[in-house]
């Protein structure tokens, strides 16, 4: 039985650009990330991983649970599938996820083609606002992981440099004094 909820998938790759694969759709003319629905008793990041593989022959376990959720209107799913539903079900939740992706795609019947965009691209060519605030969002944190990771090296070699006698000029610290406050309590 088809489960009232939905999943997005964004595959992305770093080569060494930061590109994001997007799937045009077989049955319309609309670009889209891995999409579907959970089947039977299945949690949201299961299924996420079921249509990983069925949408691009891509076995992975390791997806990373975007915050992002967003309400799609019940009838865009199969009537064959809603009437197992509850009468009152109009809206079901779309939960976001992301993988990176370091195989070659292999296409399902669902969708005639796939592109490998920069984030401004995949934006403009995206359908679906649910699948832009998702992209948007992990934009944004893989960014933050490449600047925490950068920052993080960055560290390493400087205490390295530190302790080899290699640095040159002053630690980027150096120029700071500890701030003493007079008769002011805190």
């Not at 489960?3 to 003319?29: G, K, M, N, W």
């Not at 299961?46 to 891509?58: L, V, Y």
Request: aromatic share 8%; with cysteine.
């Amino acid at each position: 039985m088809r489960a009232p909820f939905q999943i997005l998938a964004i595959p992305y790759r770093v080569t060494p650009e930061l590109q994001f694969c997007v799937f045009h759709r077989a049955d319309i003319d609309q670009y889209q990330f891995v999409a579907g629905g959970g089947e039977n008793d299945e949690k949201p990041v299961d299924a996420a991983i079921r249509e990983i593989c069925e949408e691009t022959s891509i076995n992975t376990d390791s997806v990373i649970q975007l915050t992002s959720m967003a309400y799609v209107p019940a009838n865009v799913i199969a009537q064959r599938h809603r009437k197992l539903w509850p009468e009152d079900t109009f809206v079901i939740p779309e939960y976001a996820f992301a993988f990176e992706c370091k195989k070659d795609v292999v296409l399902s019947d669902e969708h005639s083609g796939i592109e490998w965009l920069s984030y401004d691209d995949a934006m403009q060519r995206l359908t679906w606002d649910s699948n832009k605030t998702a992209l948007y969002e992990l934009n944004c944190r893989l960014q933050s992981m490449d600047r925490h990771e950068a920052n993080h090296k960055q560290g390493i070699r400087r205490v390295a440099e530190i302790q080899n006698g290699e640095s040159e000029g002053p630690h980027p610290a150096a120029g700071c004094r500890p701030v003493h406050l007079q008769g002011q309590r805190l």
